[in-house]
């Protein structure tokens, strides 16, 4: 029975995005890659800590600004050859960091629907499994990495 | 099958009869030693204190047949005694061609306004079907509008890649829509000096050092003129 209350209770609370607070998670040096109008594609970059004691995954993200947001990883052959593959989630292990940063791991947008100029803010939700747990972030816009 | 006396017999004949293989090991590790320091110490030489990687010797740079982003024909040739520093990719790349176009950017802004004219920063797009020139001359302006951004026939293209030991591949992933595809690429900066000689190679890790990219071009430039 309680376990049955425990589920509705998530059930319940699924819909409801959680703040940083309630996911025990550090976001940080988050950005959006700002690009050409012409462009449908885009990345985004942060560092997630995970300070709790279970572990998490990335699972994707939404946003109004793109149609997709999808968890990939860069790699590397032996010739120098570099290409992406789209990944069902990135781990985020309990104690542990994800970095998302150019050349590695990635949260890609595609479809572009809208795109941000440097300087602006876009509201992006992050998908955390398990439990399809949601984390609400508003990240600056930048040609740059922001140091 | 073999018993154990006849192992032990067979292990210790060969050490009575010839040299001791001991010395013989000693003298090919010595000379191996010796080999690799040897290699190294001209490597060395050949960097002149360069921070990309410097080809020993120079190689004469292959010269594209490609057309920039207003639609004329380009060629290295046609840059008259400046350094070209250029890289491959294609625009719809979301992370690997942004970053390097903004560290290529950065490294142009960074640059004396006089030794500015003597570099022209080169995309060549690997993606010839969607990056038409109009679709560069809306996409390369926006990192600078110093760098001039190349597409062509996929043959030209072809050439250019395999002459500067480039790679690229098209990548469908499943699930993606059709038409949508990704290309993967090799990531390096070539760096031509104005006697078009392929001089310097950059990874794409190394791009974000502005200062010390600066100062190669400048050292290319000033240093042995160009």
Known sequence: MKKLLIAFAILLLRPLALSAQELPLKVEGAWMQAVPDVSETTAVYMTLTNLGKTPLDLAGARSAVAERIEPMITKKDRSGMMGMERVPSLPIPAGGKLVLQPAGNHLMLMQLRQHPRPGEKVKITLLINPGAQELDLELPVSKQAIE | MSTAGELKERKFAPARQGPDWRILVSLLVILLAVLVSVLWGVRQKAQEGFYGFRLFPLKDAYDFNLIDQNGQPFQLSKLKGKVALFTFGFTHCPNICPTTLMDLATV?????????????????????????????????????????????????????????GASYEISRQPGDPPGVYSVNHSAFTYLVNSRRKLELLYDYEKLADTKRIVSDIEKVLNERGG
């Open chain 2, 108 to 164: 142009y802004k960074a640059l004396p306004a006089a030794d500015r004219n003597r570099v022209q920063i080169l995309f060549i797009s690997v993606d010839p079907d969607r990056d038409r020139p109009e679709v560069l001359k809306n996409y390369i302006p926006y990192f600078d509008p110093g760098i001039a951004g190349l597409t062509g026939s996929k043959d030209a293209i072809d050439r250019a890649v395999n002459a500067y």
